[in-house]
C-alpha cells in the first residue's frame, strides 16, 4: 500500500487507517478487550449477587475494576514505558485470561471472586499504557487523529454491547458470561502477537532511574508543559460533567418515567444516549472535517458540550434528557481525539505511556466523583435542578479554560520542543529516524489559535 500521508487539510480516510495491518490488528484486541470487560463487569455482579444475597457486595464487585486506577494506575503504567509494548499487551490480555477463567471454579467464597477480579484488573492500567504509547509508532499525522477517534467511538460501542451481552448470558448463567470474556482476552492476545511488530522499549535500560521517580516524572510532564497542562485541564473538565446523566440515570428516569417508558425504559435511552452521541460525533468530526478546522472548533465544542446539557433545568421528558446527552457526547467526541492527537504531538516519546496512565486515571477519579457529588446534591434536590446548575458551572468553567488556552506560538514551541527531544534520542519505536517523523510533523502542524 502507498505510504502517501494526508495532506495538511485533508481528513484522513477509513481506508488509511484501516490499511494498516498493525492498526487493523491492535484495533480488534481492543474491541475484544473492551467487549470482554464489560461483560466481566455486569457477569460478576450477578455471580456475587447470587452467591451472597448482598447488594453492597454485588456494587463492590462493580466497583473493584476501578481501583488499580486509584490506588496505583500512573505507577502500573509507568511499568509499560520499560518494556517492549506488544509483549506488556500480551501478557496482560494473558493475566486477565487465566484470572477470569479462575473465577468460575466451584464453591469459591466471595472474597476470593473479588480477590481473583482485582487481580485480573491490575492488568488494564499497564495493557492499556502500552497500547496508548503504541498507537503514534503506527499512525502517523491525521491518521493518529482518526484512528484515535475510531478508538474512542468503538470503546463506547463496546461498552453498550458488553453489558447487554454480559447481562443477557449471565441471567442464564454467570459462568458462561466469564468464560466468553477469558476467551476474549485469549484472543486479543493473539491478534497482539501475530499482527503488532516488536519494537524496543520506549524507555531505555540506560534511561531508567527509579519506577517511583520515573511515575513522578509522568506527572511532571503532563502538569509542567503549559500545553500538555492546558490540554489535560480541558479533558479533565469535559470529564467533569459529560458522566452525570449516566450516574444519575436511575434516579433520573425515576422521577419522570411515563409518557410510554417505565423507569427500566427510561434509564437505559438515557444511559445510551451519551454512548450514542460519542459514537456519531467521533466519526463525523474525525472524518469530515479537515484537521485545521477539528483544531479551531476544539474551544466552542468545549463550551458546547456542558451548555447541551443546562437545559435540563427545565425538567424534560426522558427522551429529551437522552438528545442532549446525545448533544453534550457529540461535542465531547469532536473535542477529545483532536485533544489526544495534540497531546501526542507535544509529548516527548519516552513519557507516552505514563502520561497516558496519568490521564487516564485523572479521568476515572473526575468521573467517580463528579456522579458521587452530584449523588449527594440530587438527595437534596431534584435531578433536573443539580444536572443543570452543574452543567452552568461546567459552562463558566470551560470559558475560562477556553480563554486561557495557550497561543500558537506556544503550542509550536511545546510540539517543537518534542520534535528536537525525539530527535536526539535517536530512532523511533517503529523504527523510523526521528529526524525524518519530526519533519513530517513540522510539515503537519497546525496550531490552535
Known amino acids: 500500500m502507498s505510504d502517501q500521508r494526508p495532506g495538511p487539510d485533508r481528513p484522513a480516510t477509513f481506508r488509511e487507517v484501516f490499511g494498516r ?39 463492590a464487585a462493580f466497583a473493584v475494576s476501578y481501583l488499580p ?63 496508548s504509547a503504541l498507537l503514534p509508532a503506527i499512525l502517523t499525522g491525521d491518521r493518529l487523529v482518526l484512528g484515535l477517534s ?43 502477537r501475530l499482527g503488532v511488530r516488536d519494537r524496543e522499549p520506549t524507555l531505555s535500560e540506560a534511561h531508567r532511574t527509579h519506577l517511583l521517580r520515573e511515575t513522578a516524572e509522568g506527572f511532571r510532564i503532563v502538569f509542567g508543559n503549559p500545553v500538555l497542562r492546558a490540554i489535560s485541564l480541558l479533558v479533565f473538565s469535559a470529564m467533569l460533567f459529560s458522566i452525570v446523566p449516566e450516574g444519575l440515570a436511575a434516579a433520573w428516569a425515576a422521577e419522570r418515567s411515563g409518557n410510554g417508558l417505565d423507569s427500566g425504559a427510561a434509564q437505559a435511552v438515557i444511559m445510551a444516549a451519551n454512548p450514542v452521541g460519542f459514537i456519531v460525533g467521533g466519526l463525523l468530526v474525525g472524518r469530515l472535517v479537515s484537521p485545521a478546522g477539528r483544531l479551531s472548533l476544539m474551544r466552542p465544542l468545549a463550551v458546547l458540550a456542558p451548555l447541551a446539557l443546562v437545559p435540563a433545568l427545565l425538567n424534560p421528558p426522558p427522551v429529551v434528557v437522552a438528545l442532549l446527552a446525545a448533544a453534550c457526547g457529540f461535542a465531547v467526541a469532536g473535542l477529545i481525539p483532536t485533544a489526544n492527537g495534540l497531546f501526542v504531538r507535544a509529548l516527548p516519546n519516552g513519557y507516552r505511556a505514563r502520561a497516558f496512565g496519568v490521564m487516564a486515571t485523572g479521568i476515572q477519579v473526575i468521573q467517580g466523583g463528579a456522579v458521587l457529588v452530584t449523588g449527594l446534591l440530587a438527595d437534596r434536590f431534584s435531578v433536573p435542578t443539580v444536572v443543570g446548575v452543574w452543567s452552568a458551572a461546567g459552562v463558566l468553567l470551560m470559558l475560562c479554560t477556553a480563554l486561557r488556552w495557550p497561543n500558537r506560538a506556544t503550542v509550536d514551541a511545546a510540539v517543537a520542543a518534542a520534535d528536537l527531544t525525539n530527535v536526539a534520542t535517536g530512532p523511533q519505536p517503529d523504527g523510523s529516524p526521528a529526524a525524518a517523523r519530526a519533519g513530517e510533523r513540522s510539515g503537519h502542524r497546525h496550531a490552535v489559535t
Open 69 to 131: 486506577w486509584l490506588v496505583g494506575g500512573p505507577l502500573l503504567a509507568a511499568l509499560a514505558e520499560r518494556h517492549r509494548h506488544r509483549q506488556v499487551m500480551v501478557t496482560c490480555d494473558v493475566i486477565r485470561m487465566v484470572l477470569t477463567a479462575l473465577i468460575v471454579l466451584p464453591d469459591l467464597p466471595v472474597w476470593a471472586i473479588l480477590a481473583l477480579l482485582f487481580a485480573a484488573t491490575l492488568a488494564n492500567p499497564p495493557g492499556q499504557a502500552a497500547r
Open 21 to 59: 495491518v498493525e492498526f487493523r490488528a491492535v484495533f480488534a484486541a481492543s474491541v475484544l478487550s473492551w467487549i470482554g470487560d464489560y461483560v466481566a463487569k455486569a457477569a460478576v455482579t450477578v455471580l456475587v449477587y447470587q452467591e451472597s444475597q448482598s447488594v453492597a457486595l454485588s456494587a
Open 150 to 192: 475510531l478508538n474512542a467511538s468503538a470503546s463506547q460501542a463496546a461498552q453498550v454491547v458488553g453489558y447487554l451481552a454480559g447481562a443477557a448470558v449471565a441471567v442464564f448463567s454467570p459462568t458462561a458470561a466469564l468464560l466468553l470474556n477469558a476467551a476474549t482476552f485469549g484472543l486479543s492476545a493473539l491478534l497482539v
